[in-house]
């Protein structure tokens, strides 16, 4: 589990292919505490787990599954990551409560000045409009994120300089892609929900989740 605050950037120095899967070597850019073997880091916002380590730089194998749902497979030797260790017992919980399960890709569409600070547009696909809501969180290569504004397919954030020079997102252009993990409470809800309305049919007991029935048990 992980918040959403990077602590720094890394550098892949080598990437090396095992069938469908790959071990990444990367290299962090920051003094990073002793890292522990098996522990999880958090690549871009993809949770991965330390399988060797010298010092500041560590290895961590992706699977296809991994490769396939994230942009890591498309990263080459000299590019950066976000990276966040997992989150400790008595830690501030300062971003909002990110998985590092990434859900879907999404692209950068525009980019441009908004007072002091970025603002960035993403599409993504539309079958996770569901998840994303006007200032609700949302984690962007790893990065804690408040959504300003959303559409249909589409969604708009604005970074502050701290967050710029501090993480890779400065760096983004349009088109360029980046991983993305929305609100993990808004997942669960739905699923609750879907509880009460069978698939082809209708509402267990015969009683729909509307404004009447939440009115009725004491929700206003």
């Known amino acids: 589990m992980f918040t959403g605050l990077i602590e720094g950037t890394g550098t892949l120095l080598r990437i090396d292919q095992a069938g469908a899967d790959a071990r990444m070597v990367i290299r962090a850019n920051y003094p990073m505490s002793p890292i522990v073997l098996g522990e999880s880091i958090a690549v871009d916002g993809a949770c991965l787990t330390v399988t060797s380590f010298e010092g500041n730089v560590f290895s961590v194998d992706a699977s296809r599954e991994t490769l396939n749902r994230t942009t890591l497979g498309k990263k080459r030797v000299g590019q950066e990551f976000n ?47 569901p998840y994303v809501i ?48 929305t609100d993990l409470m808004g997942k669960y809800v739905e699923k609750m929900l879907l509880a009460w309305k069978p698939q082809g049919g209708s509402p267990k007991g015969g009683k729909a989740i509307d404004m009447a029935f939440l009115a009725k048990h004491g929700f206003s």
């Open 83 to 129: 990276l966040e260790r997992a989150l400790r017992l008595g830690d501030r919980l300062g971003g909002h409560i990110v998985s590092g399960h990434v859900d879907t890709i999404g692209k950068l569409t525009e980019r441009k000045r908004d007072g002091k600070s970025w603002r960035l547009t993403f599409r993504i696909p539309k079958e996770f409009d």
């Open 134 to 181: 006007e200032k609700g969180s949302i984690a962007i290569n790893g990065i804690s994120l408040t959504v300003n504004g959303c559409a249909e397919g589409t969604f708009h954030v604005n970074i502050i300089p701290h967050t710029a020079r501090e993480t890779t997102i400065d760096e983004l252009q349009p088109g360029e892609e980046v991983n993305i993990e």
